[in-house]
């Protein structure tokens, strides 16, 4: 299954919102530990021909760009997002397009990059060609994704607080226990985020994930787990205090052969 219709639309609807709060850095997950640690694996982009995939509204292909990419293009499937990105960043290419079926010719970029997209959609293997076949050989693909530990936990949110919950409680007096959370097992999961932004994503352990990556020819070069940033403890040190214990995302650079 592609990307949820409903998610769709609210990227769509919310574009706006969503450009406003990455660039004010109220978007702590991306201030504090996405973006710090995809711009640390960056590759000399000097020249180079960067497709970013899943590029919203557009922050980070303005970023690529101003590192010396030759050129970029940024792809998603919101046409909301993309809107906001054009009007932004008229200097950058932008195109409307699901990941999932890239139709742009075979061979043409050195380097692509997508941060948060990946699960999205079921078929990774299905997408993960699509990508390969549009670098060239030898290029890279840097992408990052849910952590399926964390991701994979029971969610209760309430006016008082959200819990999350991976684990299980054995009763010792009964013949019982509990169990929270499910991380073996592929599965959609419906999330309503920022109390209105309703969002399906894909739940996958990691053996899935490693087996859709070694199936669709690339070859892993790296993998990263971060922490949040140092930055984090004195401005939001909850945030910092979760995440250098839990993780949130993580991060593979492949290598198309
Ligand atoms: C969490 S946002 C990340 C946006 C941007 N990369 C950033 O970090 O600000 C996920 C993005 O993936 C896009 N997306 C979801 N499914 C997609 C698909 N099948 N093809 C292309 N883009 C997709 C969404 O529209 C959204 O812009």
Known sequence: MSTDKKTIKSYDDYAKKWADKLRSGQNLAHKYLEKPAMYSKLPDLKGKSVICIGCGTGE?????????????????????????????????EFQIMDMEEITLPEFSFDFAYSSLTLHYVEDWTKTLKSIYKVLKPGGVLLFSTHHPVKWSADVKRGDEKDTFLLGYTKFKQKDDCEVYGDYLNTRKINDVW?????????????????????????????FLEPKAVEEAKTEKVNFWKIHQKIPLFMIFELRKI
Do not use: M
């Open 194 to 222: 920022f109390g209105d932004f309703e969002v399906s994503y894909y739940h996958k352990p990691l053996s899935s994930i490693f087996k859709n990556i070694l199936d669709s020819g690339f070859q892993i070069t790296d």
């Open 60 to 92: 980070e292909c303005e970023h690529l760009k101003t590192l010396g990419a030759d050129r970029v293009v940024g792809i998603d499937i919101s046409q909301g997002l993309i809107e906001v990105a054009k009007k932004s960043f008229p200097q950058i």
